[in-house]
């Protein structure tokens, strides 16, 4: 009799998890409807629904295409850096000299800013302080009064700045800033514009950070309210120069403009300079770079380390960040390979494919962001890369760095309301004529699925293709 009692409750609880997983053949229907609008009709879609509990492929169409990704790329280059260093891995950036320190306090010799890859340096603690406001601290606590030499920002980590396939115009922006081992600000000036008070008077601009390593000419001006902001910014290549024109209506909010700033390692050793100078240490040599091999017999002044890697992920993830996501494929290349470069990184990212059964993932990559409209990765590969994640022993890390739809980041404002409602962690991409995402999601039964949905080629605003993917998703929320 107990067995018998036993049976019936094993039946009762396995009947909810059977029919939790959608029909193939229904979803097949209702997704089809999705995207077989005549809308989409001159574009190209490639998706691949699958379930995590059972395997199963729920749904494919052109699952085995190649694609051009977008953002989604970002999913292999955080998986990766999560496998080679663990969650919990800090990167250290440190202050070092041959030098001694003399009675007057008096460092006699060159300083390096040694970065290592750090792409948070500048965010400020929980004291309110940046790693550049702790180095000032601990030099003075030192007894350091004035560098006589040259304060060296070393960049050696890393041997590409940026890939050959991004495009000349991404370059003046943030999402289009050089990488470097060393970098601040997300290597970017900020400009906050805001109208002046009347009619014809000079906008109003706030530069974060106040440096002079980069310059400001602005001839924008205040237009009547209700009128359309018409800003131009220009920064030639080679200069960090800013030229800003046009005009911003009386009332309207402020418009944030992130400009890339040439030449990282200069720039942080720039405000580092700027930094010691306003605390009362004297930087006499001046401010200089270098990518050659450290010396021998360093000693360390001072040092900073970053968050987690579970937390540095999120700021990748959640706000789609291409800098911080090419600094990880370096970081990759360096730690698998012993080269932070961008062949040594593809490399570093074939062989974690290799490991995790997709081995076709790194198949033709050219960048870590997915800023590279040359990217190509199939979305069968995508599911394939979702599915070993979620069995990864850094499972938890990975998934809490994506997204969540109606919560934060790049899904902040989409799917609210829905059944998709914080039922989706995934990743965004968007390109010119591409948009995509792919995650996880987790129905209303308890079920979870992976996905991945791309569309390339398409003509119309990104509004539509997006509206439809969030269609699918919700499909599977439900």
């Known amino acids: 009799m107990k067995r018998i009692a036993g049976l019936l409750v094993l039946l009762i609880v396995s009947v909810p998890a059977e029919t939790a997983e959608p029909d193939p053949a229904r979803l097949k229907r209702a997704v ?8 989409f009709a001159p574009a190209f879609w490639a998706a691949e629904i699958r379930s995590l509990r059972t395997g199963r492929v729920l749904y494919e169409r052109n699952a085995r295409k190649n694609m051009t990704p977008a953002s989604t790329m970002k999913l292999l280059t955080t998986a990766a850096a999560l496998d080679a ?3 919990d891995y800090r990167i250290r950036t440190t202050l070092e000299t041959a030098a ?18 750090d792409p948070v340096l500048s965010e400020k603690g929980p004291d309110g ?9 601990a030099l003075l606590a ?13 960049e050696g980590l890393f041997k590409d700045r940026r890939p050959e396939d991004w495009e000349w115009s991404d370059l003046v922006w943030s999402y289009g800033a050089e990488v470097s081992a060393l970098a601040w600000n997300d290597n970017c000036a900020t400009l906050t514009v805001t109208a002046g008070e009347r ?21 924008a001006t205040t237009s009547a309210a209700g009128t359309q902001s018409d800003l131009k910014l220009v920064r030639e290549l080679g200069s960090n120069t800013i030229r800003l024109s046009g005009t911003r209506p009386i009332g309207a909010q402020a418009e944030v403009l992130d400009v890339a700033l040439e030449d990282p390692a200069r720039y942080a050793a720039t405000v580092l300079a700027e930094v010691l100078e306003a605390r009362g240490i004297r930087v006499s040599g001046g401010v200089a770079t270098s990518s050659d091999s450290l010396a021998p017999g360093l000693r360390e002044l001072a040092a900073h380390e970053s968050p987690p890697l579970a937390e540095i992920l999120k700021g990748v993830n959640k706000p789609s960040n291409n800098l911080h996501a090419e600094t990880l494929r370096r970081l990759v290349g360096a730690r698998v390979e012993g080269e932070g470069s961008l062949t040594a990184s593809l490399e570093a990212l074939r062989q974690f494919g290799v490991r995790i059964g997709a081995p076709e993932l790194a198949a033709s990559l050219h960048d870590g962001s ?14 394939g890369l979702l599915v070993a994640m979620d069995r990864h022993a850094y499972a938890a890390a990975f998934r ?20 998709a409602e914080r039922r989706v962690q995934a990743k965004t991409g968007t390109l010119r004529q591409t948009n995509a995402l792919a995650g996880y999601v987790t129905n209303k039964a308890g079920d979870r699925f992976v996905f991945s949905i791309v569309l390339n080629h398409n003509t119309l605003t990104g509004r539509e293709a997006v509206n439809a993917i969030d269609q699918v998703v919700t499909l599977l929320a439900r």
């Open 32 to 39: 089809d409807r999705i995207l077989d609008q005549p809308a």
């Open 199 to 219: 009619l014809g008077e000079p906008a109003v601009v706030e530069r974060t950070p106040l440096s002079d390593y980069y310059s400001l000419v602005s001839d």
């Open 85 to 87: 260093f663990g969650p």
């Open 370 to 383: 997915g800023l590279a409209r040359t990217n190509l990765l199939r979305p069968h590969d995508i599911v």
């Open 400 to 419: 809490d760095s994506l997204p969540v739809a109606g919560v934060d980041g790049t899904l902040e404002h989409r799917l609210r309301g829905s059944a």
């Open 142 to 154: 030192a007894g350091v009064r004035r560098i006589e030499g040259r304060l060296v920002g070393h």
């Open 100 to 117: 001694r320190l003399d009675g007057a306090g008096r460092v006699l010799g060159d300083v390096f800013l040694v970065g290592r890859g």
């Open 129 to 137: 302080q940046t790693a550049f406001d702790s180095f000032a601290t």
